[in-house]
């Protein structure tokens, strides 16, 4: 058990709906990460925070949007959903953005079938 | 942006063989190599790290080697257990003073008693 919650495990929706993805992360981490990942595209990074502000942006889309509160919990919101954003939604969190302390831990992920 | 390539896709070894996988990046800024595993339907497991400031890493039957001039590293399983099969990924962290990973395709690793 790496410490990072996510919620809920499974998902399944229609397309044309929206969707909130909910993280918790390692008690003491600051950063929070969401990947996606496909069968057929690995580990794709979307989005980072870092103490509740947005710290670096990877291939998400707009349709795609995602918070950290002040309690350090994340959201990644997914609307319009499409049958390609059928995929396992992984949150990850570090203790820093930067430096010596930037291991990451990954939470179990939520599987988003999308019909 | 980084991008790293990992090599092979598939690798089968017999229970006892070793087993080395390969990845390549492409940032020379990048200073932090973790290697994960993912068992079927599980989360990504760290198993090692590297840093850029050290060449080799050992952890009993894992060990991690990385040339900076070439850029590339490798992970290295010796006396493989069918317990080590998973899909393995490499990754690569930028100089970019934020700690977002870049992550190789994966191997998927078979081990036959």
């Known amino acids: 058990d790496s410490g990072v919650t996510q919620t809920p495990k499974h998902l399944i929706t229609a397309t044309g709906q929206r969707v909130t993805l909910r993280c918790s992360p390692r008690s003491g981490d600051l950063s929070v990460y969401w990947y996606q990942q496909s069968l057929d595209q690995g580990l794709q990074f979307l989005i980072q925070y870092y103490n509740g502000e947005e710290r670096a942006k990877g291939n998400i889309l707009e349709r795609f949007s995602a918070q950290q509160f002040p309690d350090l919990h994340s959201e990644l919101n997914l609307s319009s959903l499409e049958l390609g954003d059928s995929a396992l939604y992984f949150c990850a969190s570090s203790v820093a953005t930067s430096g010596s302390l930037v291991t990451q831990y990954f939470g179990p992920g939520t599987r988003l079938t999308v019909l | 942006g980084e991008n790293v390539e990992q090599h092979p896709s598939t690798l089968s070894v017999q229970e006892g063989d070793s087993a080395v996988i390969k990845c390549t990046y492409s940032?020379?800024?990048?200073?932090?190599f973790p290697w994960y595993k993912q068992e079927l339907g599980k989360r990504p497991q760290l198993i090692i790290d590297?840093?850029?400031?050290?060449g080799e890493k050992k952890d009993q039957r894992i060990a991690v080697t990385l040339n900076k001039t070439a850029k590339h590293f490798s992970l290295h399983i010796t006396e493989t257990q069918p317990e080590d099969s998973a899909v393995y990924f490499c990754a690569a962290s930028g100089n970019s003073g934020y700690s977002t990973l870049t992550f190789g395709k994966g191997t998927m690793l078979l081990v036959s008693p």
């Open positions: 590297i840093r850029s400031n050290v």
């Open positions: 940032d020379s800024a990048s200073n932090y």
